[in-house]
């Protein structure tokens, strides 16, 4: 939340006629108190020039009273499945935004996590994955939304979310399985198990056979969440 203030008006103009090229700093005074203002002369009608207090102008006692508005406004934050865990981490949108980036990450490990916006698993599990993300930037990490792909992960035999598959160049996909915050530990022995330095033989694999354009998902089909 971002507060700006600012100077809209004020009783008097006396004040930033006195305020001129010849001083700088103008003193304001109050008989002998010595109670001393200094103000800027070219901060005068400024919106960082805040003024909270009455200021005596006259041995009459007349107050001059600047009358500040304060407008609040809020900024938007990012939902917390648009927030990314760095340049690895890639969000789908299209079967075929997937199957190129399978074939895009070359000898890479590719980790696949299926999730629901409205899943609270996927939701607990998603910092955890973005940290893993940052400490792994030799991984790319795809994130697929379930809701928005359902023929694509229908294909993909996606009945459970988090839902994960890791996939290597010409190996194709090395395992998949279902995960939950406290069962977090199966994607780090995966990741210990799949990302040893090695080099494929043959073109990348991808999702082999598996026909990912073809599918049509049931109407009001929804994917359960793991516990």
Excluded at 98 to 122: H, M, P, Q, R
Aim: net charge positive; hydrophobic share 35%.
């Amino acid at each position: 939340m971002a507060a700006f203030v600012r100077l809209l008006s004020f009783d008097s103009s006396s004040l930033c006629t006195s305020l001129n090229s010849h001083h700088q700093n103008q003193l304001l005074s109050k008989n002998n108190s010595k109670r001393v203002l200094s103000v800027a002369a070219d901060s005068c009608l400024s919106s960082d020039f805040i003024v909270n207090s009455r200021f005596s102008m006259n041995p009459r006692k007349e107050s001059l009273q600047f009358k500040i508005h304060a407008t609040i406004t809020e900024t938007e934050q990012p939902k917390w499945w648009e927030k990314n865990g760095g340049p690895n981490m890639v969000d789908i949108h299209s079967t075929q935004e997937f199957l190129n980036a399978l074939s895009e990450a070359g000898d890479k490990l590719v980790i696949v996590e299926f999730y629901g916006t409205w899943c609270a698993s996927c939701r607990a599990l998603f910092p955890k994955l973005c940290k893993t993300a940052q400490e792994h930037p030799e991984i790319v990490f795809l994130k697929v939304n379930f809701d928005e792909n359902k023929p694509m992960c229908k294909n993909l035999n996606v009945k459970v979310l988090p839902y994960f598959h890791f996939y290597r160049g010409a190996d194709g996909q090395l395992e998949s399985f279902s995960c939950s915050l406290a069962k977090f530990q199966k994607i780090k022995d995966a990741i210990l198990m799949h990302n040893t330095d090695r080099c494929s033989i043959g073109p990348v694999k991808g999702v082999g056979d598996v026909n990912l354009e073809t599918a049509s998902a049931p109407k009001n089909k929804q994917a359960e969440s793991s516990t």
